[in-house]
């Protein structure tokens, strides 16, 4: 196969699978790792994809955000794993920032109902669920709601979590990596909202330890606005799917990492 003909059908498979990984290509291609690089290269200079840690995916899904509906549906399992690992990083009684995201809202199902924490979020869906327990005191951050995501965002909630000093907070993102140097240096925390990526800053600001909870696909994905790096988290929850190998370079970057 001429390296033509390989590159258009790579570029097919990143976007019929939304991402690419270099080994897998390799393998698939029966090529050396190396020369898939330099495919991936060709197709990102050509902004047909855009290169992430080990792989590449479309330039299409750096601002494709799927609805809420859509994103409960993915990785249900998963999600439902780095929930119940989350339980261990609550405190006994204190006070917790929870994000909107179909991961962290999972983290408020499996809360026991008598829990006795303060609980301070900007998203309608965990304030709705979070109401209904008895004992625990829930501040609602207002704002402009934004739909696709339930929460709310603009200075109104800026301005909340500016006055707020929480013992952790719980915090979702769309894409998370290292900085690679194979992608142009470009790493850490990633969603395709800016408005979105300004609220997730000021929660990060707002407490004093953050928990990242989010699942393995997401290792390596980069969305529009970035508001963190991996070293602003303490503590990363994510599955098996990450494997052993980026666990201990996350880790080694200062992040302890949980494979639920």
């Not at 698939?28 to 991936?40: G, I, S």
């Not at 924490?117 to 998203?123: G, K, R, Y």
């Amino acid at each position: 196969m001429y390296a033509p003909e390989r590159q258009q059908e790579i570029l097919r498979l990143a976007r019929e699978r939304g991402r690419v990984e270099v080994p897998a290509l390799a393998e698939e291609f029966d090529v050396t790792p190396e020369t898939v690089r330099r495919d991936l290269k060709a197709l990102d200079r050509a902004g047909l994809i855009r290169r992430v840690h080990g792989g590449a995916i479309p330039t299409g899904r750096l601002d494709f955000e799927p609805d809420l509906s859509e994103r409960e549906a993915t990785a249900a399992t998963q999600k439902d794993r780095i929930a119940k690992a989350a339980l261990a990083e609550l405190p006994a009684e204190g006070s917790v920032i929870i994000d909107a995201g179909t991961t962290t809202a999972r983290l408020v199902t499996a809360l026991p109902l008598d829990s006795r924490l303060t609980v301070v979020t900007h998203a309608l869906p965990i304030a709705a669920r979070l109401a209904e327990y008895p004992d625990l005191t829930l501040h609602l951050v207002g704002g402009r709601l934004r739909h696709r995501t339930r929460a709310a965002v603009g200075e109104w909630a800026l301005r909340a979590y500016e006055d707020i000093n929480a013992d952790v907070t719980f915090i979702a993102a769309n894409g998370f990596s290292l900085a690679d140097a194979d992608a142009d240096g470009k790493g850490g925390l990633t969603t395709p909202d800016l408005a979105e990526a300004a609220v997730k800053r000021a929660m990060i600001r707002a407490a004093r330890r953050v928990v990242l909870l989010a699942d393995s696909a997401k290792f390596g994905q980069a969305h529009f606005a970035r508001f963190g790096e991996l070293a602003d988290v303490d503590v990363l929850i994510t599955d098996e799917g990450l494997s052993p190998e980026d666990a201990r370079a996350i880790e080694r970057a200062g992040t302890r990492v949980v494979r639920a």
